[in-house]
């Protein structure tokens, strides 16, 4: 698969009735007429982290002069996705004096845009907001398809709402900023399509390693928008993830449960899904579901993308089962796992055996 020239793209989400863009391209948030139209309320609050607010919340804020615009900046990171900083974003809205027709607006990574969503969702019962994604991960993953929420000590994302945004702007040119760590944890996401249900774009993302981690514009530009409307096709189908948007959680179970018990301050959340897509792999060769030389070509191409394989040091590994017991996927107490057939091949599992769940994490 060629890689084709970057050009601005767009990708819509369909859901029934409904529908909105996600525009990619670099130079996005330049565009102060395109972000003035996403407001047509009265008040903005835009939500940012103190990383990323240096470098893009003044465009972002004059693009919205003339309205009542508050800007909230959060310490960054997944320890601050919690029911204290959503408190605060309440807060900021009453201060604001936001009003039902008010917009939020989400510039960061996903956990600016995962809160900033559940905050939208819950102000006044439900308002609109947009997501400005800066990191590749949200870029490719959690600003699209509404799924919003904040962690609990006990587990990630355990409270929150689907709530959908208006728009989607992935301005490009905002990577330039994103660390080296943070863009090859979005490529875990990226080759997550591939690994679910894409064997030909997990060969693309495989080959052109080199220039994605080069920062290629054209490569990257064409694994946000292979990305995204892999993502955008899922969650038309399924919105409300009764059956296939659960494949996006291929790897995710055994992911949080790495976060969780790590405190939120270990792998960070592409890395952590990168672990468990192989674990997710191993499993699955060990119940003769798939060929273990699946798992090798995985482990190969998450290696050629510098992202971690194995369980870090020191976790136990009932600690990390009791862990994957509160994921929300799990149906009247029994595991279900996102395992695979083989590359490009995810299903959905029920009522897997702990025992051999528990082998693979401890062989990690
Ligand atoms: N809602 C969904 O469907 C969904 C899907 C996948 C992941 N998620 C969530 O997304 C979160 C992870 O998102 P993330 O990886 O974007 O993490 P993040 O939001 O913590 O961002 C990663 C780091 O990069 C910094 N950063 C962001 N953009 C930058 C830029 N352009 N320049 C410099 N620094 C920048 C941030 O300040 C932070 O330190 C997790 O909480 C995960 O649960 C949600």
Known sequence: MATPPSTPRAVDVELGARRY?????????????RLAALAPGRHVLIVSDANVAPHYLARVEAAFAGKRVASHILPPGEQEKTLARFGELMTAL?????????TLIALGGGVIGDMTGFAAACWMRGVRFVQLPTTLL????????????VDLPEGKNLVGAFHQPSAVIADTATLATLPDRELRAGLAEVIKYGALGDAAFFDWVQANAPALLDRD????????????????GIV?????????????????????????????????????????????????????????????????????????????????????????????KNLSGTLRLILWRGIGQAFVATGIDEAAVRGVLARG
């Open 21 to 33: 863009p996600i525009h990619i391209g670099p130079g996005l948030l330049d565009d102060a007429l």
């Open 94 to 102: 009453a201060a604001l004096g936001a009003s039902r027709d008010a």
């Open 138 to 149: 949200a870029m490719v993953d959690s600003s699209v398809g509404g799924k919003t929420a």
């Open 217 to 232: 514009t054209d490569a990257l530009a064409h694994a946000i928008a292979t990305s995204c409307a892999h993502k955008a």
């Open 236 to 328: 038309a189908r399924d919105e409300a993830e009764t059956g296939e948007r659960m494949l996006l959680n291929l790897g995710h179970t055994f992911g949080h449960a790495i976060e969780a018990e790590q405190g939120f301050g270990g792998l960070v959340h592409g890395e952590a899904v990168a672990v468990g897509m192989v674990l997710a792999a191993r499993l699955s060769a060990e119940l003769a579901l798939a060929p273990a030389a699946d798992t090798e070509r995985l482990v190969a191409a998450l290696h050629a993308l510098g992202l971690p394989t194995a369980v870090p040091e020191g976790l136990d590994p009932d600690a990390l089962l009791a862990r994957m017991r509160l994921d929300k």
